[in-house]
């Protein structure tokens, strides 16, 4: 369980300079639909009756939201690297990653995303490894010049 407790929400980021958040129109009209603005006055995207979320209830949301997925559990912070390496894969470098992160040094902007060569391989060890604990489920072995019969999923 957390110890950290929300005790006044900081007007400035670490480095203590105003940061204006871009908003597209798609998501603007998202939050619009939720009724996230509401309360009059409200600036808060995440919110209970206008004052903002502390940090345990969005590490246990977040935690509650990855298991009914299905998927293996991480924390908050990782939001942060996968954005900073989605945005250096789709502006092709650190450049795209010092926008979306804020940073300003190439450094940590490097530490915060991943260079495409890394995570093709990450993805590519990944299936491999799939792979391989498919063949052990099934007590088969793929080699050389053998291929899987790939069925089609059955329809209900």
């Known amino acids: 369980m957390s110890t950290k407790a929300f005790m006044e929400l900081n007007p400035h980021p670490k480095n203590k300079e105003e940061r204006h958040i871009y908003m597209t129109d798609e998501l603007a009209e998202i939050l619009q639909r939720m009724a996230v603005f509401r309360i009059e006055g409200n600036n808060f995207v995440f919110h209970l009756n206008g004052k903002p979320l ?12 990855q298991r009914r997925a299905k998927i293996p559990h991480t924390g908050t912070h990782m939001l ?35 260079d ?38 059955k329809r209900n």
């Open 54 to 65: 502390n940090y345990s209830t969005i590490q246990i949301n977040f935690k509650t939201a």
């Open 80 to 114: 942060r690297h996968e954005m900073a390496t989605l945005a250096r894969h789709v502006f092709g470098g650190l450049d795209g990653a010092i926008a979306m992160t804020g940073h300003k040094d190439y450094k940590l902007a490097d530490h915060y995303s991943k």
């Open 116 to 153: 495409l060569g890394s995570l093709q391989k990450e993805v590519s060890v990944k299936v491999m490894a799939h792979i391989k604990q498919y063949e052990q489920s099934k007590n088969i072995k793929l080699g050389k010049g053998k291929t899987p019969q790939l069925h089609p999923p």
